[in-house]
Nanobody
Framework: QVQLVESGGGLVQAGGSLRLSCAASGRTFSNYAMGWFRQAPGKEREFVAAISRSGGNTYYADSVKGRFTICRDNAKNTVYLQMNSLKPEDTAVYYC???????????????????WGQGTQVTVSS
């Protein structure tokens, strides 16, 4: 069992930045690929970014590419999502998730993930 706790959400103006953190506990963090997803009201949960177990491979949704950066610190059991140049359409609840995965894989589908955090709200005002 892996427990995930997100933090760092909040209210920011368009063009601003936020950094989300997701702290993991319970199992060996480096055994899991990690991902960030988001869900806006009335919409399905969508993929944002993912990172492989070692951190060597990353993948981003087209909508955030060039603005968001995912990274991980396996020594601190934490994955981060740096969000720059935020837009009102980035407003959503952001979830981190952990996937049992091969060393290099970067899962992008929600069904590929085994554990989820409770989510943190990000609101971008225009």
């Amino acid at each position: 069992q892996v427990q995930l706790v997100e933090s760092g959400g909040g209210l920011v103006q368009a063009g601003g930045s936020l950094r989300l953190s997701c702290a993991a506990s319970g199992r060996t963090f480096s055994n899991y690929a990690m991902g960030w997803f988001r869900q806006a009201p009335g919409k399905e949960r969508e993929f944002v970014a993912a990172i492989s177990r070692s951190g060597g491979n990353t993948y981003y949704a087209d909508s955030v590419k060039g603005r968001f950066t995912i990274c991980r610190d396996n020594a601190k059991n934490t994955v981060y999502l740096q969000m720059n140049s935020l837009k009102p359409e980035d407003t959503a609840v952001y979830y981190c998730a952990a996937a049992i995965a091969t060393f290099v894989s970067v899962p992008i589908k929600p069904t590929q993930y085994d554990y989820w955090g409770q989510g943190t709200q990000v609101t971008v005002s225009s």
